[in-house]
C-alpha cells in the first residue's frame, strides 16, 4: 500500500480509509484521500505489469528453446534418415566403386591403376560410367603403361553391372 505524508505533522500515512492523522489528527481531505489511493492504484498496476513482463519473458524463453530443439531435431533427421535424392546418389557412388573394383581387377599383369571419378551419364535408374583412353593405365607384360579406356552399365537400384567394356571389348 502506498504512504502519503500527513500535510500537518509530516507522518507517512498507509491507512486509505483515515479521515484524521492517527498521530496529530489533522483533517486528511478528500483530494489527500484520493492522492493515496491513486498512488496505490498505481503501484499495483506497476507489479502487475512487471508480473505480465516477466511472464512475457518465460514465454519468449520456452518459444527461443522450443524453435532451437526442433531445428536441432530437424538437422538430425535430415543427416539419419536421407531423401531420396540422397539415397540415389549413395547408389551410383557405390556403383562406381564396384565398377572402378572390377576394371582394375583385370589387369592381367597385376599393376592397374584405378580408373579415376567420371560423371554418371545414366538416367533414372541406369548409370553409366565412361572413361576415355588413357585416363588411366594397365601394365603390360613388359611392365610399360598402357592407356585404357572402359564403360560400365548397370542398375541404380540392385547395383549390378550389366554391361563392361575395356579397350573396346565387352568383358560381362
Known amino acids: ?46 507489479a502487475a505489469n512487471a508480473q505480465r513482463i516477466q511472464g512475457a519473458k518465460q514465454w519468449l524463453i520456452l518459444a527461443v528453446f522450443g524453435v532451437v530443439i526442433g531445428l536441432a531435431g530437424y538437422l538430425v533427421y ?28 583385370l589387369a592381367e599383369y597385376g599393376e592397374a591403376e584405378t580408373p579415376p571419378y567420371v560423371k554418371n551419364f545414366g538416367k533414372g535408374d541406369e548409370f553409366y560410367f565412361a572413361w576415355q583412353r588413357g585416363s588411366f593405365h594397365f601394365k603390360n607384360g613388359f611392365g610399360a603403361p598402357v592407356p585404357m579406356s572402359a564403360s560400365c552399365i548397370g542398375s541404380v537400384s540392385t547395383g549390378e553391372i550389366q554391361q563392361l567394356t575395356v579397350n573396346g571389348k565387352t568383358v560381362l
Open 1 to 46: 500500500m502506498a504512504a502519503v505524508e500527513c500535510p500537518g505533522c509530516k507522518a507517512n500515512i498507509t491507512v486509505p480509509d483515515l479521515i484524521n492523522c492517527p498521530l496529530c489528527q489533522t483533517h486528511l481531505n478528500p483530494p489527500f484521500l484520493r492522492e493515496l489511493r491513486e498512488k496505490e492504484a498505481r503501484a499495483n498496476r506497476a
Open 78 to 105: 535430415s543427416v539419419v534418415v536421407p531423401s531420396e535424392a540422397q539415397l540415389h546418389a549413395r547408389k551410383v557412388s557405390a556403383a562406381l566403386l564396384a565398377c572402378q573394383q572390377r576394371i582394375a581387377g
